[in-house]
């Protein structure tokens, strides 16, 4: 009797192959999951209802951009992807960097700390001295004089009326008579400074001057004489401007002119021009005279336009009779 297994295989032939497995049958629930064998693994047969495999396509390769710089490795010591900045070596500890201080950084902390170390110096200095006590308090004691003022002495030591006073029309001299009258302004006799501004060329200029040399008030009279035209002027300033009205009692121009005095007057002038000289704006010609001389804080002119030089006798008539008038 044979012991061998009816399932085994005659040696030399090979071993019947086992049925194929039925697609279609549903796996048997009472039988348990073979478990793994040791043998190696094989392939199971594939289904004759599965689709046939297809390789993966081919990806082509990306062409190379011939602008792009060459990748070239890192320099050494350059930080790398993740931020280090040095290569640690195996067994070594972390490096540190040795904190650099700018130029500009210690200026700066030299400026700051300046003035605070002198401070500190001068404050420990001076609590360092003994305190300085302060002088006492020195009012003067007010005192009262005793005796009575006298009015008429305080009156004499205070500021002195004005040497003329009142109407200066009623000092004015009277025009000859069958003259013909030409004062300038109202007519009134009383001038304003942009009245006697007029009688200069740079018209602005004088009022500017005038307003600011202390002018109070002015009155005049005028009168023409056959071809000659007169004009007496009496400017009288503040009493604080006497010497804006010493300065204007001198003359303006002495080209071509003769220069005397009035006579009885030697703080005077008398000016007699000897070129005939051309109105503002026109082509007519004259001859300028002029006499001038000071009461106190009032200045009087007497001028003249002649047609032909001016009669010297007859200016100093006119500027004698009105000083007489003033003084």
Known sequence: ????????????????APPPANPFARPSAAAPPAPPSAAPDVP?????????????????????????????????????????????????GAVRKKPRFKVGTLFLAAVLAGPVVGAGVGYAVQASR?????????????????????????????????DIDGD???????????????????GDGWLSPADLAENYGDSAREFTSMLSEGFRRAAAVSWKSGDD??????????????????????????????????PGNPDSYLV???????????????????????????????????KNPVDRAQLEDIARRQWEKLA
């Open 229 to 262: 035209l007169y004009q007496v002027t009496l400017v009288q300033y503040a009493p604080e401007a006497t010497l804006k009205a010493i300065t204007n009692a001198a003359p303006r121009s002495t080209v071509d002119a003769d220069v005397s005095a009035i």
């Open 272 to 306: 007699i021009g000897r070129q005939p000289l051309h109105y503002a704006r026109s082509t007519d010609t004259y001859y300028y005279g002029e006499a001038l001389a000071r009461k106190g804080n009032v200045v009087m002119t007497v001028a003249v336009y002649a």
């Open 168 to 186: 200066l029309r009623a000092l004015l001299v009277e025009r000859p008579a069958g003259s013909e009258d030409r004062t300038d302004g109202d």
């Open 130 to 162: 003994p305190p300085t006590p302060l002088p006492e308090i020195a009012a003067p004691k007010l005192s009262y004089p005793a005796e009575r003022v006298d009015a008429k002495a305080l009156a004499a030591a205070g500021p002195q009326p004005l």
């Open 1 to 16: 009797m044979s012991t061998e297994s009816a399932d085994a295989a005659e040696p030399g032939t090979a071993a019947a």
């Open 44 to 92: 199971p047969p594939a289904s004759p209802f599965a689709p046939p495999s297809v390789p993966p396509p081919a990806v082509p390769p990306q062409p190379v951009n011939p602008f792009a710089p060459p990748l070239l490795p890192p320099p050494p010591g350059s930080p790398g992807p993740f931020g280090a900045s040095e290569v640690i070596e195996a067994g070594a």
